[in-house]
């Protein structure tokens, strides 16, 4: 299903990510493909609330947690500074789709990085 929101397709996800040269592209994208999964399954299944939206979050959590691992091969992991990078992007889906009032930490709760 292709996204809609004009918002979201126009957004870079994990800018920093690409502009840092300790994380290699390949693994980066599939980063961003995460993201956009979960855009699209924001999009299908048009969460009532927060704890539908957490839902679709958490899944999407759960895959950058295995992400991780593909980091860890590539010789670097996602350390600090870049789990708040993507805690951000979790953010901005949530606020493109009309959920500014979702808590961050909620939206990636059960993250291991």
Known sequence: MPITSQQVTGHAFLRQMYEDS?????????GEAILLRLCERVEADRPSGLESLYALTQAATDECNLLDREFVAAGNEIETVAGEWICDE???????????????????????W
């Not at 300790?22 to 599939?30: G, L, N, R, T, W």
């Not at 789709?97 to 291991?112: I, K, M, N, P, Q």
């Open 22 to 30: 300790y994380f290699p592209d390949h693994v980066v994208d599939q």
């Open 90 to 112: 979790f953010y901005f889906v949530a606020s493109a789709y009309g959920f500014a009032d979702a808590d961050v930490d909620e939206l990636t709760s059960g993250r291991d």
